[in-house]
């Protein structure tokens, strides 16, 4: 049997006739939301770049840092806006649910790639976010509009 995303030409894995992605990228470059390089023991961080683009399983950040390479794990934090009443995250330290603006976790580099002088596009995986976190900021990413 032969299904109708088989025969589209723009199918970025024709001999499978599957879809690569997990999950969908959404634009987020227009909203200048940060991304920031974090240091747990001293509850501080410091920019790592601004989101061109983020899923809920990975993220794309531009950024002037010249030392990150593949394979990398970065520590980062990630603060969204509430949008649409929707918060992206979700806090289960305490006893109850509670919604939460930001995450902190870890970054997996996959690919960083020279797009002008002294800036990089630097693409990575969300490795350790929680289901339930990955969840809220699928339905988040669901009020934004989608990347190319």
Request: overall charge positive; charged content about 25%.
């Amino acid at each position: 049997m032969t299904t109708l995303h088989e025969h589209q030409s723009g199918n970025p894995n024709p001999k499978s006739g599957k879809e690569r992605r997990n999950f969908r990228r959404h634009d987020l470059e227009m909203q200048a939301i940060g991304m920031q390089r974090w240091d747990g023991n001293r509850q501080a961080g410091e920019t790592l770049g601004r989101i061109v683009d983020l899923s809920a399983g990975g993220v794309r950040v531009r950024t002037s840092q010249e030392n990150l390479k593949a394979d990398h794990q970065i520590r980062v934090r990630l603060e969204l806006p509430t949008y649409a009443g929707i918060c992206p995250f979700v806090d289960t330290q305490s006893g109850q649910l509670q919604p939460r603006k930001d995450w902190v976790g870890w970054m997996t580099v996959a690919r960083v790639q020279k797009i002008g002088d002294k800036q990089f596009d630097v693409a990575g995986q969300l490795v350790d976010m929680e289901e339930i976190d990955r969840g809220m900021l699928g339905l988040y990413l669901s009020t934004q509009p989608l990347a190319a």
